[in-house]
């Protein structure tokens, strides 16, 4: 298949060897577990049980928040021992509303949803429904609920559903391990997306520094015609949505536009293998696997964990630390988040759990930029990192957001390239911040305006009335006056 | 959880990279050449280019603690070290002590730091003291003398040069014209450059460097062995060297073809001055040359045919550093002309239109 280059980009040490022969295994369950009720993009889930209920693995424990929402499942078979404000994985640190279960150990399944017997002759609401349900969503790291994903084939023409298997991030080995051990899982589960999207064509891609994954799902995928499997190149990041779309069809998605509006739906590979559970057992997603590595890490590893297990269970099963990690990282080192804690559960968009050393993170103090322009040939964005660096450090978010801060995909690129140390994509997010903050506020602004302009028109409009009907009754008085003299008027 | 900074963030992984790294390996680059036309130029030669360059960190020194900022990793960061090398480079051999003294009050004190330091600098430094110094001292400047290898017959032994270099004792005999200061006085008196021509060094020693000149103009050959290195290290690339030689040698080119008497032909100017070293270490100076590769391929064209404008009709014979500052003063306008197109948009910054789909 012919492929298509993408803009700038970088080579970083990609140590995916540290873990990528390290076959899938099972955390073994541990006695608590920590659903939080949001760990995806849009609503909080709403929750369904009370302290002290049992529940069967798989129930829904709380229901979706609203239409940009997943619901949650229990993992396992438990008692709910609390529903209280616990640390998430996120960099916040903030605490979030989860349902803490304290597993029986029995592990036993709750009564599921029946399968959809052949899922190629139901419509595309029956599946996005049964995805909805089964709380999926986007497994590499986005964490977007999948069946808003899935329904956009409703309102666009799509041609290809582009399954990504590219992994580009450094240490992950997860995808790479669910391609290379479950690739009739994923098939299938492309397959039905495929037809849920009504796309006729499926293209999996998947960076070549994964020969064997590619091999694989080769094999798995040849018996249908309408999968093509592709090796791309190996440069981050490969795995950007808009900038694998333009590596496989060459087509562009302009700005504030999405990948479907030119006709591509791209989903993770994890997700495919998600929807496949939930489609052909009705198995909600209660578990992923999960790259535990980096220097600090004892022995990496891909570990299938139940979501809620915290990341302190996974790194035990490690062998705990080999050395004190500099920083603790949730998904890849280019993009991933800083951990608060190691009592953060696992949650559904955790990709990997890094413990990275000092002297693999290699950040150094910030000094004065040489303009050596690396991060302008790097930018895979084609944005001058350098240029909106120097207005943001000033406040100056108006000219930033002019320069494309907002077109940012905050890879890392500029920051892992920069000669200086400079925190280029730190500055980024924050003038991203700032500038949605102040969105916020001038549309709240506007609002309080056209709310007063509403009110004044509405006041003048009363005063106008009133003195029209003022002067009418005038008028009335005086024509009446007029008419009594009239009649009064001897003939 | 002591360990655990929630404020960090990404990415958790760099480049091993630095610009202590990038200087050095730019001063690595510059040795071959410099070794060379040391031992050519001999004793006076290596004195000057040590008062320069030392001149030049302890002018750094000096600005960064009136500036009240840490000056060991300042210093450690071979910026100073770079720019006086490059200044040394660009002056005769055998001038006196205190024009690289000078030349480093002029690189470091005004050019760089009254910018603010690293970074801020508009100008080369090297280049603001080279032309500052050449408008100042037209004389001591442009004394150039022939090559007296070290050791070799007639040479200055170290006694001579130190009188040379500190007692400003230049014997009169030894001194020479560049080749484009030669053919340009010929010129002037009315000899066509068809004659001069004859009498300059023939190309051939021109690229080896043996002849009359400073260490960086001549040796064409070892400054593009250091380029070529900086190019294999991905510390440049070949736009801007490409841009300065190619439109120097195509302006050169053109016109000697229009008439060969007034007008030297493009491989003289290729391998005469400062071409290659402007080419390969002065044009190509991060700071104060755009960041864009296109903007590199604009400023270097600019450098180049520049160059090719002030050594024909301006008074000076070698233009490289005029045309070097003059284009450094375009920087800021070059980069806002030719920031990158970005994803999604069009040259202007308008979202891309949502083609007819198939
Ligand atoms: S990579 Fe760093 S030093 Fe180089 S131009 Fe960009 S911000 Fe400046
Ligand atoms: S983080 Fe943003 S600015 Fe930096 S390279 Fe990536 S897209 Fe470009």
Redesign the pocket.
């Known amino acids: 298949m012919k492929l298509f280059p993408i803009r ?1 980009g970088i080579h970083p040490d990609y140590r995916k060897e540290l873990a990528s022969e390290k076959a899938i295994v099972a955390l073994p369950l541990p006695a608590t577990l920590y659903i939080p009720l949001q760990m995806h993009i849009g609503a909080p889930a709403e929750v369904l049980v009370n302290e002290g209920d049992l529940v069967k693995k798989g129930q829904m424990i709380a229901r979706s928040g609203g239409a940009v929402s997943v619901p949650q499942h229990a993992p396992t078979s438990g008692r709910i021992q609390a529903i209280t404000q616990i640390v998430a994985p996120h960099p916040s640190g903030l605490a979030q509303t989860t349902i803490v279960i304290e597993a029986d150990g029995k592990d036993e399944w709750a009564e599921l949803p029946e399968p959809i017997a052949d899922p190629f002759a139901a419509d595309t609401f029956a599946i996005n429904e049964r995805v909805a349900a089964s709380g999926i969503v986007g497994m590499g790291g986005a964490a977007f609920p999948s069946a808003v994903k899935l329904s956009l084939g409703t309102l666009k023409k799509l041609d290809t559903l582009l399954l990504n298997g590219a992994e580009c991030e450094p240490y992950l080995t997860c995808d790479d391990r669910v391609m290379r051990e479950y690739a009739d899982e994923i098939i299938d589960g492309a397959r039905i997306m495929a037809h849920a999207l009504g796309a006729p064509k499926v293209v999996i891609a998947i960076e070549q520094n994964k020969p064997q994954a590619i091999d694989i799902m080769t094999k798995a995928a040849a018996a249908f015609a309408e999968i093509a499997v592709v090796g791309v190149p190996v440069q981050y ?1 490969m795995g950007s949505e808009r900038h694998l779309v333009q590596a496989i069809t060459g087509r562009e998605t302009p700005a504030r536009k999405l990948t479907a509006d030119i006709g591509v739906v791209v989903h993770n590979v994890a997700t495919a293998r998600a929807v496949h559970h939930a489609v052909r057992f009705g198995r909600p997603l209660v578990s992923r696997v999960v790259t535990v590595s980096g220097g600090a890490v004892r022995e990496p590893n891909n570990i299938e964990a139940p979501i809620g297990a915290r990341v302190a269970d996974l790194i035990a099963f490690c062998g705990g630390f080999e050395a004190e990690p500099a920083s603790l990282v949730n998904g890849g080192p280019m993009m991933g988040q800083p951990l608060p804690s190691l009592d953060a559960p696992v949650v559904k968009g955790m990709s990997g759990i890094l413990a990275l050393t000092a002297a693999e993170i290699n950040q150094q103090p910030a000094s004065a930029c040489i303009r050596c322009g690396s ?1 302008v040939t ?4 084609g ?1 001058v ?1 350098v240029e ?1 660096a120097a207005f943001i450090r000033k406040d100056n978010f108006e000219v930033a957001a002019r320069l494309g801060v907002m077109d ?8 892992w390239v920069c000669p200086s140390h400079i925190p ?2 730190q500055y ?1 997010n924050y003038a991203k911040g700032m500038i949605n903050i102040q969105e916020r506020e001038r549309r709240k602004n506007d609002q309080t305006r056209i709310l007063a302009e509403a009110h004044t028109q509405r006041v003048e409009k009363a005063a106008a009335e009133k003195a029209a009907a003022l002067a009418a009754k005038k008028a009335q008085a005086a024509a009446a006056a007029a008419a009594k003299q009239k009649d009064e008027t001897p003939a | 959880m002591s360990f655990l900074s929630t404020h960090q963030s990404g990415p958790f992984t760099h480049q091993v990279s630095s610009v202590q790294k990038t200087m050095f390996t730019v001063l690595l680059a510059l040795m071959p050449a410099t070794a060379f036309n040391l031992y050519l130029f001999g004793w006076p030669a290596i004195l000057l280019f040590t008062v320069t360059i030392g001149s030049c960190v302890a002018a750094e020194a000096v600005c960064l603690m009136l500036a009240g900022q840490p000056t060991k990793a300042a210093l450690s960061d071979y910026s100073a070290a770079l720019s006086g090398w490059l200044l040394a480079m660009s002056l005769p051999p055998w001038a006196p002590w205190w024009i690289g003294v000078l030349g480093a009050v002029f690189a470091i004190g005004l050019a760089k730091h009254t910018f603010g330091g690293i970074g801020q600098n508009m100008f080369n430094p090297a280049m603001v003291a080279r032309v500052a110094l050449l408008v100042s001292f037209p004389v001591v400047m442009t004394a150039w003398v022939m090559p007296h290898p070290l050791f070799s017959a007639g040479a200055p032994g170290l006694a001579d040069a130190i009188a040379i270099t500190f007692g400003g004792q230049v014997p009169d005999s030894v001194s020479a014209a560049s080749a484009l200061g030669y053919v340009k006085t010929e010129l002037s008196r009315g000899i066509p450059v068809t004659q001069s021509i004859a009498h300059v060094p023939d190309l051939m020693d021109m690229a080896l460097g043996t002849r009359a000149g400073s260490l960086g103009e001549t040796s064409a050959v070892l400054i593009l062995a250091g380029g070529l290195f900086l190019m294999a290290k991905r510390i440049i690339s070949w736009h801007t060297p490409v841009a300065v030689m190619g439109s120097l040698f195509l302006m050169g080119t053109l016109f000697h073809a229009i008439d060969p008497a007034r007008y030297t032909d493009g491989l003289f100017h290729l391998m005469s001055g400062a071409t290659f070293l402007g080419a390969f270490f002065i044009c190509t100076d991060y700071v104060t040359s755009p960041v864009s590769k296109k903007g590199q391929l604009i400023f270097g064209a600019g450098c180049g045919m520049l160059t090719w404008t002030i050594r024909t009709y301006a008074g000076y014979p070698e233009g490289m550093a005029f045309a070097v500052l003059l284009m450094n003063s375009l920087t800021p306008i070059i980069d806002q002309y030719t920031r990158p197109r970005a994803f999604g948009r069009t040259l202007k910054g308008e979202p891309l239109p949502l083609e007819g789909k198939l």
């Open positions: 700038g990041p991060c790097i930018c895979p964005c944005l990192p909106m940012c995909v905050s890879c890392g690129s500029c920051s280029l994509v980024f």
